[in-house]
């Protein structure tokens, strides 16, 4: 199946769940990746994180049950929430509204239509890249666990940098190995929750300070880049999501993301980023 296809199938599947819970699992199966990949993926795609889509579909459907004349307490029930307290306060942040006032009608509501994914010719712009094979390596660093979104990572990780800046030179002292350069690493762990690690290919012992981290073996597609940071690298990995990987015959591995810093200056970064890529099935 095309991977636009695989997208479109798990929106269909979102779509046809929204009065019970969404099994994001069994979403990301029909688009072909992992929980979390997926749902970093579709947060590129669509610009808002997969459980902000659901929340404000349910809202636009509840709207609409409202104007019918349903009850709230039934349509409040409907989409998950179990006292009309929270169900008014999620409806009135979509809205601007109460439901009240949205039952009565004559109100202005917000509708917010399922989204379906298409490729689209879009940039014009060369995005270079090359393809790295590299066994299993072992990291050495320090991390923080990452949010539900991507927006909310995008402020979790640069902090994450400005606390690390006075323990850089030891780990730099650890690093013996390829890729040379600090590593920004997302990977997907306990309970399909993301963490970030800022750390080093390394050998030598941990410590007790440090964490350890084993990369599986994989097939990287390496993307290189610079500018002021964060907002090179966040630009670049959209790009990459949103450009090159639909049209690439290749789709998400099971591996972390890793960014590669060769120069580590806030305002005028060297980087890769490194995307664990799998041939996709014809």
Known sequence: MDWVEQLNTAMDYIEAHLCEAVRYEDAARMAGCSTCHFQRMFTYLAGIPLSEYIRRRRMSLAAEDLSQGEKIL???????????????????????????????????????????????????????????????????????????????NFQIAPRLWEKAAQRLPQLLELMDGKPKGVLGISACEEGEQWRYYIAVFSSQAAGKELEEVWIPACTWAVFSGSGPCPQAIQQLERRVVTEWLPGSGYEYADAPDIEVYYRPDPADAVFEVWFPVVKRDL
């Open 74 to 152: 039934n349509v409040a029930l409907r989409y998950g929430y179990g006292s009309p307290t929270a169900f008014n306060r999620a409806f009135q942040a979509f809205h601007g509204l109460p439901p009240s006032r949205a039952r009565a009608g004559g109100e202005s509501l917000r509708a917010y239509p399922p989204i379906r994914f298409h490729v689209t010719l879009s940039g014009g712009t060369d995005l270079s890249y090359r393809l790295q094979q590299l066994p299993a390596f072992r990291v050495l660093g320090f991390g923080a666990w990452l949010g539900q979104g991507i927006e909310e």
